[in-house]
T-cell receptor, first 113, second 110 residues
Framework: DSGVTQTPKHLITATGQRVTLRCSPR?????VYWYQQSLDQGLQFLIQ???????AKGNILERFSAQQFPDLHSELNLSSLELGDSALYFC????????????FGNGTRLTVT | GQQLNQSPQSMFIQEGEDVSMNCTSS?????WLWYKQDPGEGPVLLIA?????ELTSNGRLTAQFGITRKDSFLNISASIPSDVGIYFC??????????FGDGTTLTVKP
């Protein structure tokens, strides 16, 4: 158990809809990272938050947004969903801003129909 | 942006064989990490490397942080069936950017 909790585990929704994925980091970790993993592909970095503030941005679409709350949990909002958004979305947490190892949750599997 | 080239993309080996995979980049990283992902789960950290030239072992796994800070390798000795999975390298910068390789899928035949 990594200590990182992601909910829900599975999400099935229709194109055009909006969903929110939730992540609770490991106790004591201040950074939260979001990754997208499409079928048989690698991990695409979306965005990182550190102690409530956006720290680094990757290949995140404008239709996607995230935030980290004062209690350090984070939410990833995906809107105007398209079929190609179907993927595993992982949250990871780290102790500090950038160099510490990441601990991953078990992901949310999003299926857009 | 920074990219990592991870190779090989996949490996099919016999149980008991040694495995070697590596990652290279045109950019310098401050930290190199190796993760393993089992089906349906999130990646799990195997080894973290913080200094150029550092060689670290974790059981049958050995990884090295290249002296140029642009590459790293992971070796698995005497492979066993439970080594099956996808292995990812990742490079971190002090700016908070983390970049993952595309993964090496390992299949071990009993």
């Amino acid at each position: 158990d990594s200590g990182v909790t992601q909910t829900p585990k599975h999400l099935i929704t229709a194109t055009g809809q909006r969903v929110t994925l939730r992540c609770s980091p490991r106790s004591g970790d201040l950074s939260v990272y979001w990754y997208q993993q499409s079928l048989d592909q690698g991990l695409q970095f979306l965005i990182q938050y550190y102690n409530g503030e956006e720290r680094a941005k990757g290949n995140i679409l404008e239709r996607f947004s995230a935030q980290q709350f004062p209690d350090l949990h984070s939410e990833l909002n995906l809107s105007s969903l398209e079929l190609g958004d179907s993927a595993l979305y992982f949250c990871a947490s780290g102790r500090d801003r950038g160099n510490s190892p990441l601990h991953f949750g078990n992901g949310t599997r999003l299926t857009v129909t | 942006g920074q990219q990592l080239n991870q190779s090989p993309q996949s490996m099919f080996i016999q149980e008991g064989e040694d495995v070697s995979m590596n990652c290279t980049s045109s950019s310098i990283f401050n930290t190199w990490l190796w993760y393993k992902q089992d089906p349906g789960e999130g990646p799990v950290l195997l080894i973290a490397l913080y200094k150029a030239g550092e060689l670290t072992s974790n059981g049958r796994l050995t990884a090295q942080f290249g002296i140029t800070r642009k590459d790293s390798f992971l070796n698995i000795s005497a492979s066993i069936p439970s080594d099956v999975g996808i292995y990812f390298c990742a490079g971190h910068t002090n700016a908070g950017k983390s970049t993952f390789g595309d993964g090496t899928t390992l299949t071990v035949k009993p």
